[in-house]
């Protein structure tokens, strides 16, 4: 089963206005954190936003906010105000703290199959 | 302030050779990993660190070699390239492995295996 599920390959937005990026996932360690990267044209990849399991309130960094429904184990991405600077690839990533055989905390981050943003002008 | 580097940015191999992709951190970071990258599959794990002379398989670790003999370094080697690892490779870190610490990534290589 796929753990970080990225259900829309692309979407577009209209300059200036707000676009939801979809992430729901799959753990059943109690902690565990949500992180979102943006990977413009040019390849690097950038960290935007984190959400810890145990947090009460909603991340929020800039025009960046996480819309994180623990029950529904979602963890969404909000961009107000889009910029055409924000096309780019998005991806939705989990870290579990876990233990392998051993008992060593490996802490492993997996990420979903990314949505591709497209601000139009 | 380099943070993460990974050498090359480009390469072109030829089925059944090898080489070693580097990756080099500078933040005293225990945590280092190696993600391939492909299209509609996201980031894949393949080889991961906790530390010096600790090493564990990824999601994807099959025709690859890792070793970690110092903080800094986590090497990827690929020990007979096959037209499958066609990708872009992904070297990041963390300061530790708590789920609340983020990755630093290098900046990726783009392997091509004809």
């Known amino acids: 089963a796929q753990k970080i599920t990225q259900t829309q390959p692309g979407m577009f937005v209209q300059e200036k206005e707000a676009v939801t990026l979809d992430c729901t996932y799959d753990?059943?360690?109690?902690?565990?954190?949500l992180f979102w990267y943006k990977q413009p044209s040019s390849g690097e990849m950038i960290f935007l936003i984190y959400?810890?399991?145990?947090?009460?309130q909603n991340a929020t960094e800039g025009r960046y906010s996480l819309n994180f429904q623990k029950a529904r184990k979602s963890a969404n991405l909000v961009i107000s105000a889009s910029q055409l600077g924000d096309s780019a690839m998005y991806f939705c990533?989990?870290?579990?703290?876990?233990?392998?055989?051993?008992?060593?905390?490996?802490?492993?981050?997996?990420f979903g199959q990314g949505t591709i943003l497209t601000v139009h002008p | 302030n380099a943070g993460v580097t990974q050498t090359p940015k480009f390469q072109v191999l030829k089925t059944g050779q090898s080489m070693t992709l580097q990756c080099a951190q500078d933040m005293n970071h225990e945590y280092m990993s190696w993600y391939r990258q492909d299209p509609g599959m996201g980031l894949r794990l393949i080889h991961y660190?906790?530390?010096?002379?600790?090493?564990d398989q990824g999601e994807v670790p099959n025709g690859y070699n890792v070793s970690r003999s110092t903080t800094e370094d986590f090497p990827l080697r690929l020990l007979s390239a096959a037209p499958s690892q066609t990708s872009v490779y992904f070297c990041?870190?963390?300061?530790?492995?708590?789920?609340?610490?983020?990755?630093?990534f290098g900046s990726g290589t783009q392997l091509s295996v004809l």
């Open positions: 959400q810890g399991s145990y947090d009460q």
């Open positions: 990533a989990m870290r579990e703290a876990g233990a392998n055989a051993g008992g060593t905390s490996y802490g492993k981050l997996t």
């Open positions: 753990t059943s360690d109690p902690s565990y954190g």
């Open positions: 990041a870190s963390s300061p530790g492995t708590g789920v609340f610490e983020k990755l630093f």
């Open positions: 660190s906790v530390g010096a002379g600790i090493t």
